[in-house]
C-alpha cells in the first residue's frame, strides 16, 4: 500500500498555516481600521441672487452642529451637543441654534464672501449638520436679509441658492418669539404633550405653530 508522500502534507500544512496567517492580519488591519477609506470632505457652493438680482458681496459664517456619520446618524458636538432633535426637526429650530451661537459667542467654522457674480465657496469640509447664517446685504438701495438654514453635508459637492428678504434701506424687520412657561412643579408629568399658539394680525390668524418639549416650548416668527 502506498503512503503519502511526506513533501506533500508539508505543502498541505504550509498552506494552511499561510491562510491562517494572512486571515490573521486582515483581521488585524479590519480592526486597527488601517484599511479604513479616508473620510470623505465636502464642498458648498453658493449662488446668492434674489429673483433677477445677483447678490455680490454678501457675507456667510458656518457652523457645525453636528458630526454625520456613514449611517446618517447624528452626533451634536459643542454647544449644541445636549440637543436631542432628529434631523427632520432641525429645520424647525432654527433660531434655537442661532439663539445658541448669540449667545456662547461661537466661531463660525468657515466663513466665505460672494464675488461680482454672486457665487462663493467653502470646501474641506467633514460631513456634518451645519447652520448657515448670512449678513444683510445692501445693493442698490435695497438691503437683502437672507434666511438662516440648517444644511447636510452628506456628499461630495452641495449647492445652495439662498432665499432672502428684500426691504429698501430704512424699512426694518421684527421678531416675534412666544415662550410656554410652566408653573407646575412636582405636576411636569400632567402637562399636555403639546399646544398651539397663534399669531394674529387685525384679529385674523396669520401664521400657528405648535410647542412642545422638542422645541423648548418656544418658536420665533421672523421677517
Same mark, same amino acid.
Given at each position: 500500500?502506498?503512503?503519502?508522500?511526506?513533501?506533500?502534507?508539508?505543502?498541505?500544512?504550509?498552506?494552511? %498555516?499561510?491562510? +491562517?496567517?494572512? =486571515?490573521?492580519?486582515?483581521?488585524?488591519?479590519? =480592526?486597527?481600521?488601517?484599511?479604513?477609506?479616508?473620510?470623505?470632505? =465636502?464642498?458648498?457652493?453658493?449662488?446668492?441672487?434674489?429673483?433677477?438680482?445677483?447678490?455680490?458681496?454678501?457675507?456667510?459664517?458656518?457652523? #457645525?452642529?453636528?458630526?454625520?456619520?456613514?449611517?446618517?446618524?447624528?452626533?451634536?458636538?459643542?454647544?449644541?451637543?445636549?440637543? #436631542?432633535?432628529?434631523?427632520?426637526? +432641525?429645520?424647525?429650530?432654527?433660531?434655537?441654534?442661532?439663539?445658541?451661537?448669540?449667545?456662547?459667542?461661537?466661531?463660525?467654522?468657515?466663513?466665505?464672501?460672494?464675488?461680482?457674480?454672486?457665487?462663493?465657496?467653502?470646501?474641506?469640509?467633514?460631513?456634518?449638520?451645519?447652520? %448657515?447664517?448670512?449678513?444683510?446685504?445692501?445693493?442698490?438701495?435695497?438691503?437683502?436679509?437672507?434666511?438662516?438654514?440648517?444644511?447636510?453635508?452628506?456628499?461630495?459637492? %452641495?449647492?445652495?441658492?439662498?432665499?432672502?428678504?428684500?426691504?429698501?434701506?430704512?424699512?426694518?424687520?421684527?421678531?416675534?418669539?412666544?415662550?410656554?412657561?410652566?408653573?407646575?412643579?412636582?405636576?411636569?408629568?400632567?402637562?399636555?404633550?403639546?399646544?398651539?399658539?397663534?399669531?394674529?394680525?387685525?384679529?385674523?390668524?396669520?401664521?400657528?405653530?405648535?410647542?412642545?418639549?422638542?422645541?423648548?416650548?418656544?418658536?420665533?416668527?421672523?421677517?
Amino acid at each position: 500500500m502506498g503512503g503519502i508522500p511526506v513533501q506533500s502534507l508539508a505543502f498541505k500544512h504550509l498552506n494552511k %498555516l499561510l491562510c +491562517l496567517l494572512l =486571515c490573521a492580519v486582515l483581521l488585524g488591519l479590519l =480592526c486597527t481600521g488601517v484599511s479604513a477609506l479616508p473620510e470623505e470632505r =465636502c464642498q458648498v457652493l453658493i449662488d446668492y441672487r434674489h429673483e433677477n438680482v445677483t447678490v455680490s458681496d454678501a457675507s456667510f459664517k458656518i457652523y #457645525r452642529i453636528a458630526d454625520l456619520n456613514s449611517r446618517q446618524e447624528l452626533s451634536y458636538v459643542g454647544a449644541f451637543s445636549n440637543l #436631542r432633535f432628529e434631523a427632520d426637526a +432641525l429645520a424647525d429650530a432654527v433660531e434655537e441654534l442661532y439663539t445658541r451661537v448669540e449667545k456662547q459667542n461661537l466661531v463660525p467654522e468657515r466663513t466665505f464672501v460672494t464675488d461680482a457674480e454672486g457665487k462663493a465657496s467653502v470646501s474641506d469640509l467633514a460631513p456634518g449638520a451645519f447652520l %448657515l447664517v448670512g449678513e444683510p446685504t445692501t445693493v442698490d438701495g435695497y438691503v437683502y436679509y437672507v434666511d438662516k438654514q440648517v444644511v447636510f453635508l452628506n456628499e461630495s459637492v %452641495l449647492m445652495l441658492n439662498p432665499k432672502s428678504t428684500r426691504l429698501p434701506v430704512g424699512v426694518k424687520l421684527i421678531s416675534i418669539k412666544t415662550v410656554k412657561f410652566w408653573d407646575d412643579k412636582g405636576h411636569e408629568n400632567k402637562r399636555p404633550r403639546q399646544i398651539t399658539v397663534r399669531l394674529l394680525k387685525d384679529g385674523k390668524t396669520v401664521s400657528s405653530v405648535v410647542l412642545s418639549e422638542a422645541n423648548n416650548w418656544s418658536h420665533t416668527w421672523n421677517d
